[in-house]
């Protein structure tokens, strides 16, 4: 077949929520029954019809598939799922005779309903997207279910658009799945390749009769290595994969993303195969400087699309640099092409919508300036360097202000750092310092507490956002965040909760809190991601040295313990997870700004011990998130991130009680770096995935107090108490009861009050029946 040509410029995706989250207020309508399936398939028609004219008025080409088809309704993983008709055994009843799935089935998928638990959530690669996990079986039927894919290409074609559809490669797909529940030991969803590639083969030969001129397959799986199959079992398989897909017809020609690093030994393999363009993320990978003549040989044949304009993060950057690393590909192939590195998914739609950045706006380029970027090189690419001089110029001269503005660089700051020492970094030993503890809290087997937040009132946001505007006196407001404290306080009372949380009504999200508070911090107006189905959240921008000018928690924490005598939880965000959930500076290295960030963390502990705060959680879901794909960079990540984490901590008296938490966190395979931390009580992820932690838990011999979770908070089911005493009774035969609590998953900010207080009662319920009988005291 011909090959078409693929376009200069092109991007891997875009944000698909909507510039003012139209689709998370349609999907939550439509999940509220406020609205119907018909109305919310308007509503996302309407902003994919909006997506492309917009992507088309920043200067990717209406006709020549440089605008991609990324919407989703939830997320991409579950998208191709459904589209390959891996539907877990337990959701086969919403699946229509010619193998469909509506709207409301597919989110049940997603969400859960009744006893039917959602799928599994995790992170995706080393981003702040969270996926849904596949479940396969050996017997899975795969079947192909193409209507959403084409009726996207359809749609668009209707509107005068030749776009390019995007779907997750069959490698990544099942490398990323997990074995159903009934799947034998040993089995590996990864063996089920070769029944999964006539489904694809389907759908390419559907999305071709529908008009696709090219499709997408992202295959981000090859550049892990962390997964856990056997890399030479990988390259086999993607080998066999694009072997069978670039020999089907007719099809549409195929373009394989690798995003979030470098594709190494890969890129020989994909090289040899019949596929027509190939994806390399220039920021965070690069090319091999060794290949095989043979390999050269091949690429010479392929386009090849250099991802130089970075799409994880929100940085101007050097257009300079990117130019010349997308024309070091000329070198491969006369065929290249320029795009982002990543999705751009995970940044903001546009810095137009931002007024309060100042100067700084000159710093940054969303989702919307990215593109004009790729367009900038795409010409670079066709006129020559002299055809761009003055942009590629402009770009230069904001990084050459950006150094030496003020606050970039702090002498106070790195002069405190210069000073640390050894002792800075550690307590008591865990062993000594446990029974300090003990004595002082007084804690029954199997205590029980709750993570964090507690959910938020649409009377609170209002009182916060009232506050924020400057509509609202201060005292009004304090009044109203300590009326809801008292009112989260008594409700933990009476359920009878053993260590308690202040709620954190006066938290609008646990890094955009403490952004607004440190020194080196922006904050966004509008600054939207998605973090996983329409959760979305507002990263801060960590741009300069990080210090704190005041006490950020200190007197929410000390009105909250003065109403109980129970002892109340002092709630941080660990330095690692505020750089997970920020866009943090790319001028110096990440394990410098962390300790930066620990050192006020530290001083927030001290201040909350002075007013008498016996427990102090220092939260890090995002410790393994952030863990590099490539091994050979993991361990000195590990060093100093654990590093950061005993930095802010180590400070703290041996009575003082310091938890930490961790989600999504695939908990064994960073094992030994939650041990280092020597948080005296850990907790953890783990309803959704079924307890399955405990197992990493009894390999481990882990001697610290660990608390994996027994309410999935991000479903909207309420557990029963049966099922919570499963949990606790499988967690129970790991782990010894002094060491073991009782916790739901995460923070319960985003549930209602409802639910909350249905699980919790039946948490509270079946703790007190595992402790009836195992004979301990409640």
Not at 42 to 50: H, M, P, V, Y
Not at 721 to 741: G, K, N, Q, Y
Request: charged share 25%.
């Amino acid at each position: 077949m011909s090959t078409p040509s693929f376009p200069t410029g092109t991007i891997l995706g875009y944000p698909r929520i909507g510039r003012r989250r139209e689709l998370k207020r349609a999907v939550e309508s439509f999940w509220a029954g406020r609205s119907s399936v018909a109305e919310l398939e308007e509503a996302a028609s309407a902003l994919r019809a909006a997506t492309r004219e917009r992507l088309a008025d920043l200067g990717l080409g209406r006709t020549d598939s440089a605008i991609p088809e990324t919407f989703s309704y939830y997320d991409q993983v579950l998208d191709a799922a459904v589209a390959v008709g891996a539907i877990p055994d337990r959701f086969s009843d919403l699946v229509d005779a010619d193998g469909e799935l509506d709207l409301a089935g597919y989110f049940t998928i997603a969400r859960g309903e009744g006893d039917r638990a959602p799928l599994e959530m995790t992170k995706w690669f080393d981003s702040n997207y969270h996926y849904l996990v596949p479940e396969i079986a050996p017997d899975t039927v795969f079947q192909p279910s193409a209507d959403r894919l084409v009726r996207a290409v359809e749609e668009a074609a209707d509107a005068g658009f030749t776009t390019r559809p995007v779907l997750v490669g069959p490698v990544t797909l099942l490398l990323l799945s997990k074995p159903s529940s009934s799947a034998p030991a040993g089995f590996r969803p990864i063996d089920r390749l070769a029944d999964l590639l006539p489904v694809y083969v389907e759908l390419l030969r559907r999305l071709h009769a529908a008009g696709a001129e090219w499709v997408q397959l992202d295959e981000p799986a090859l550049v892990n290595q962390s997964i856990e199959v056997d890399r030479s079992d990988q390259l086999t398989a993607l080998r066999q994969a694009y072997d069978v897909l670039g020999a089907a017809s007719p099809r549409p020609a195929i373009f394989v993303a690798a995003p979030y690093g470098s594709l190494g030994d890969a890129l020989d393999v994909l090289a040899a195969t019949p596929v027509e363009a190939i994806g390399l993320d220039l920021v965070r990978g690069s090319v091999p400087t060794d290949l095989a003549e043979a390999t050269r040989a091949r690429l010479a044949q392929k386009t090849l699309v250099g991802g130089v304009i970075d799409g994880h993060n929100v940085w101007r950057g050097d257009l300079a640099g990117a130019l010349d690393a997308v024309l070091s590909l000329a070198e491969l192939s006369s065929s290249v092409a320029v795009s982002t590195s990543t999705s751009l998914q995970h940044v903001p739609h546009t810095t137009e919508d931002e007024t309060g950045l100042g100067d700084r706006l000159d710093w940054l380029a969303f989702a919307d300036e990215k593109v004009q970027q790729v367009g900038v090189l795409a010409r670079g690419l066709r006129e020559g360097r002299a055809a761009v001089g003055a942009e590629l110029d402009a770009a230069s001269a904001a990084l050459d202000r950006r150094r030496v503005a003020p606050g970039v660089r702090d002498g106070a700051v790195r002069s405190r750092l210069q000073g640390l020492s050894g002792g800075d970094f550690s307590r008591m030993p865990y062993a000594d310092r446990a029974p300090v503890q003990d004595a002082e809290l007084e804690l029954p087997a199997l205590p029980t507490t709750t993570i964090g937040s507690f959910p938020q009132t649409a009377e609170i946001r209002r009182a916060r956002a009232a506050f924020a505007r400057g509509e609202a006196e201060e005292s009004h407001y304090v009044s109203e965040m300590r009326a809801e404290i008292r009112r989260v306080i008594d409700l933990q009372e009476q359920l009878g909760l053993d260590v308690l949380v202040h709620g954190e009504p006066e938290r609008n999200d646990m890094v955009q809190y403490f952004a607004e508070r440190l020194a080196g911090f922006d904050v966004t107006e509008n600054g939207w991601v998605q973090s996983y189905g329409s959760r979305c959240t507002r990263p801060s921008i960590l741009w300069g040295d990080v210090s704190r000018p005041a006490p950020m928690t200190v007197e929410w924490s000390r009105y909250a313990q003065s109403l109980t005598e129970k002892p109340v939880k002092g709630m941080l965000t660990g330095p690692v997870t505020i750089l997970a959930w920020s866009f943090v500076r790319d001028d110096q290295p990440l394990a410098e700004t962390a300790r930066q960030v620990a050192l006020a963390l530290r001083d927030e502990i001290g201040d909350l011990e002075a007013a008498g705060i016996r427990v102090i959680q220092v939260d890090e879901p995002a410790l393994r998130e952030l863990l590099p794909l490539e091994r050979d960079a993991q361990s000195d990540y590990l060093d100093w991130s654990v590093g950061a984490f005993r930095l802010a901590t180590g400070g703290a008296a041996s009575a003082t009680q310091i938890h930490t938490h961790l989600c999504y966190s695939e908990f064994g395979v960073i094992l030994d770096a939650v041990r280092a931390l020597d948080a005296d009580v850990t907790s953890i992820e783990a309803a959704r995935s079924r307890m399955d932690v405990v197992d990493d838990i009894a390999s481990s011999g882990f001697d610290h107090g660990i608390g994996p979770g027994v309410y999935d908070i991000h479903s909207p089911r309420v557990p029963s108490v049966d099922e919570v005493v499963e949990l606790i009774e499988r967690a129970s035969a790991v782990v010894p009861e002094r060491a073991l609590w009782i916790n739901p998953d995460c923070g319960l900010k985003t549930r209602g009050y409802d639910e909350t207080i249905a699980s919790l009662r039946n948490i509270i319920e079946a703790t007190r029946a595992v402790r009836d009988r195992a004979g301990v005291p409640s």
